[in-house]
């Protein structure tokens, strides 16, 4: 028995002795996305890192991936009551009211202040203002991206269509979406994705909660939003210019990157998958960045808007090393890193330099103009968002796949947002 | 020498029980003092509630009909699970050939990943290009139907699921049970006439109540504890129509963070398996009395 002990003393001491006798400043990045992330993004990042560590020896750089939205967020809040969040949290804007109200972030304000060498003014100040509250700056913002219309000119070319423009009406885009329609090709493909048709509902003059973002009843259901519903409804329904949700779902593709629709709705990260999209018996991919056109959703506002969505990074209260962190989120959020990472495709950048050195780019160009336009998601503003987009999706799904009336959806949605708002426990 | 075997004992099973302590029984104890309190997970700060969050989530009618889901979940694929399950394993009881290969076939999906499972079955329900719809296509009939986003048909089509993935162990428990029959009793049966069906009947199915009640019992439990199917097939759509208790409870805690509500309905679903498991007992009971007194 004593032996025994022995032997696992010996044990212990010698794995002891086998850990790296590294002595650098651990600062742990916690990021979505898992560790085995084979897009070009995510080996650019990578890249950066390793360019981080070289630079600042006396900082190791720990990524802490956790796959998908769905479990970044739980995830975070649970390391955050257990007292083990991360240093360093990337901030996605659909949840960052969570993030900011939780208290779990720092102000990094004060971090801004002190350096000579970092200027707010480099970025876009409406995407800064994301995570500002009052004189307080809880992220740094990476990138974003405002929800557009894709258009394919190639089949318009073919139909003989003129392209759309800048502050097009819903009928313009009916009428468009119409004449693009023929055997094998739709006009517009829909995805009830609720985070991509919100701003449906803001361009036909309607909106989801009152002003003081504690109800739905009387703002989700509203006349301008039933009428929004029963647009993209008559589309599929009637005019047959776009797909139904099932047949979308039964091609197995994205039906716009396939060339089989002319008009598609996406945030910047569409460009990745349109830049690699499926070859056709030609040998030649059935989209190219050379087909697409880019332009605001249409509106019967005469006040274009559209949603966008941001990432960026905050320092969390327990950082053993703010500074450190400091350091990283400025390397991260630099000039050259920013150019190297906006090269693959997946955003608008934050910085107003590297955005206009890619603005040179002819497509990336046609977003310039709708950046105004933007608007930040809710999640910014209300915790828990994602309940929201699940009640108004399942309002469109009930429309669109089991033939309910849009009025009496919408009613039961906002009343059910209601009633889960009111459940919310602790006030804070 | 006893006093030494026992602590010997007790130290073998020391890690398990560990193990069940601190994984399982600490925080279900946990969990339930968070169901007293009003709580939301991204904030330190929680109130002494006492049985409101029970009282709030029996009224509460959204949790109502994830109650009710489940129910309509559990009556239908227990019943039919067993029943399948049964008939399988009669089939694989044949001394045939090569027999265990089909054994092994029909056990592979109680060990295969339940998120893989449910992502291959969502094609199978897929319309038109899906393996169902494809086949209705090839007679000539309707193709167009989206099993999954139909109010109607999405619960059905995640319960018949579950009688494929749930099918190898409840098959290999009826499989111990026939192994298990005397076949004297066949043979006897036999000299009185009992062949065949009449046989099934009067002797496989009698002999097989053991089996069955444990089954049943089993079986109701996991089906009103489904989760992972749902999560990856339907998120309780349509229209919350296969939202089930499993589910529900998910999304109170981890989208909207009512830790200590989701932990009060937890509890009602606890006494709901609890009750429903002393019903079949009591059921049970009075079958094998009869059986024995036959």
Redesign the interface.
Known sequence: MRRWFGLLAMALSLSACSTDPDERIVIRVANWGGADDESDFAAKQRGLYEEFEKRNPDIKVVIEGIPGPGEYV?KM??A??SGATPDIATLDASSSA?FI??GMLMDLATLIDKDQEFKLNDFYLNIVDIARRGDAIYAIPNDFTPMVMYYNKRLFDASGVSYPQNGWTFDQFRETAKKLTKKDQYGFVFANWFPGWIMWLWNNGGDVFSPDLKRASGFLDSAENVKTIEFLRTMINDDKSAPS???A????VDLFANGQAAMTVSGHWGMVGYSAAPKGPDGKPKITLADLGVVMLPNNTGKPVTVMYESGYAITKRAKHPDAAWRFIKFMTSYESRLVLNQTGIAVDARKDVSTERGKDPLEAMFLPIIPTCRPPYGTMV??F??VE?QAQ?AM??VL??G?DPKAALEKAAK?IDS?LA????K? | MERKESRWGWLFIAPAFAHLLLFALAPILYAFGLSLF??????????F?GVENYTFAVAEP?FQNALWNSARYALVSVPLGLIVALAVAILVNQKLKGITLFRTIYYIPAISSGVAIAMLWQYVY?????MINSLLGMLGLDN?K?FL???GSAMWAVAIMSVFTGLGPRMVLFLAGLVGIPQELYEAGALDGATGWRAFLKITLPMLIPTTFFVVVTSTISALQIFTPIYMMT?G????STDVVGYHIY?EA?????T??ASAKSFVLLVAIVAVSLVQFRMMKSQLKGYSAA
């Open positions: 739980p809040i649970l955050h009551n969570l109200n939780s949700l099932s047949q779902a039964a091609a197995g915790e828990g994602e309940m699940t399942n799904d009930s796949k089991n309910r059910r889960e459940k919310r426990q602790v804070r | 009003r709580t939301r997970l991204i904030s330190p700060e929680r109130e509630a959204s897929l319309p038109e290009t899906g167009k989206a986003d139909d109010v998120k759509g349509p229209e919350e999304t981890w989208v909207n963070f009512n200590g509500l």
